[in-house]
């Protein structure tokens, strides 16, 4: 059988103003989970839109592609010229989850949820001559996944080719997130085994790795036993998690002697009173202070993760996010406008209440207002965000962010780090569009392993605290931004 699998691209990435470094961090991961349950005789390739053209002049028997809620349409489109060409065609992802009617329109068989246990069940439904047109996911579980095809991923196209999860879904239950409708009517946060999880990791070629797990920290008892079997294995890696968990007693200890370098953190909003707007009660009454100290002293460098338009923010929450982050010294910041995904609680309210200004899903990308905001105008919302990127990232805040740092090392290393992320952009499409993204992963690892960046001298010597335990060793050779 031959088998096509699309990860399409977002409307977007045909303007000219794309970013491409942001879509070439990544390979499909889901399509080569799904890859892996197709037999030795099946002839299957992936295409990454992002990175790659698709090939339409083919003809394969089974197209199976992955649809998010900004690649919506491209998917459909793309959807709609196989079929007419007699292929048989499976949607499958958030989107579909969100929104299965709509998709049903454009394919043979949809599928709602994570596919490790309706994929599977179709393919024998397939082979049988008996395909059903709708799938829903139930059984949820990473026991025994066949091994995930990397061997079918175009590893020197993206900078982040190891890229892994070791879960699926969350233990939180915020507004905003996906993840409710996505896991509904099953287990909503589940790991691997640890052993398996080691395994997979031990795959990996290289150094560097990404955890793109929602929440790599939400199971304590599960990341404890991964960081301990990790110990030792030379890893350098990114992941992402909640603030409760950073200020958790021992676990980040455990997270950075086996390689943590840098954390995703959601800490979403500088004003209390949208947390509990939006269910966000991890975060409640914690100190964020205490949160960016606690991961510097341990060398980790942050990607702070803020939400701006919810109910309590007015004009002000711009100015107020970005002089916070600044002087915090928080490396990199990824800033979003809060957008009701379909099928999450945000949107149900937000459709109730009558605020939402269109469903043109193009738009739906966190970057467009699609919701009348309660504080301020939409006008001045986009604004708004456009301006905090532009002063976040302003030369003079860069350098004001690594002033706060103990070290030279470490001024160096958030310099480099900020500046590389966002300054040198043009450098990063020449690269990216010389199809060499893979080539700069060295450079990566450099930043992240930069000796003694963060860490305060000795205490005793000059009266200040000292940083973090133990480092992994940088032994074997051997991965969210
Ligand atoms: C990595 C990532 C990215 C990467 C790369 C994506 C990639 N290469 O796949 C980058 C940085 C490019 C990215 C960009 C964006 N992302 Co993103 N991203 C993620 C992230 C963190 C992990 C995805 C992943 O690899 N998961 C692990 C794999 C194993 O799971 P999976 O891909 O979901 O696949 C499984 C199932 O979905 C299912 N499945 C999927 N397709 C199919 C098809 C069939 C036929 C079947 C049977 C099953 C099936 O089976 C798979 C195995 O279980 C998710 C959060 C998350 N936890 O999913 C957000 C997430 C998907 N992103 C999101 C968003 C909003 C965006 C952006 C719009 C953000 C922005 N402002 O730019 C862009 C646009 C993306 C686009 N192209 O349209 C949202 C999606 C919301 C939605 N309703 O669609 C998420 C859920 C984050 C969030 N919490 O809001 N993203
Ligand atoms: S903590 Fe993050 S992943 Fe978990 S529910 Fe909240 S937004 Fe979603």
Known sequence: MRVKMILPALTEATSPLFRPIKYSLFPPLGLATLAGYLGP???VSITDEHVDKVDTADEPDLVVIQVYITSARRAYELADLYRARGAYVCLGGLHVTSLPDEAAQHADSIFCGPG???????????RAGQ???RYTSKTRTLVDLPPIRR????????LVPNSIVVSRGCPHVCDFCYKEAFFEGGKSFYTQSVDAALAEIDRLPGRHLYFLDDHLFGNARFAKALFEGMRGMGRLWQAAGTVKAVLQPGLLEQAVAAGLRSLFVGFETVNAANLTEQRKWQNIDRDYGAVVRRLRDHGVMINGSFVFGMDSDDASVFDR?????V???IETATFHILTPYPGTRLYQRMAAAKRLLH???DLYDTRHVVFEPAGMSARELETGYWNAYRDFYRWGSILRGAKTKPTSRGKLRHAAYAAGWKKFEPLWDLVIRAKRAGQALPLLETVLSWPGADRLPVAGRDGLRRGAGPVAPAGRPHARV
């Open 359 to 361: 469903s043109d899903w």
């Open 116 to 126: 490790e246990d309706i994929w599977p069940a179709f393919l024998a439904d397939f």
């Open 41 to 43: 005789d099946d002839e």
């Open 131 to 133: 395909p059903a047109p």
């Open 151 to 158: 061997d079918l991923i175009k590893r020197h196209l993206y």
């Open 321 to 325: 996010t970005v002089e916070w982050a």
């Open 327 to 329: 002087r915090q010294g």
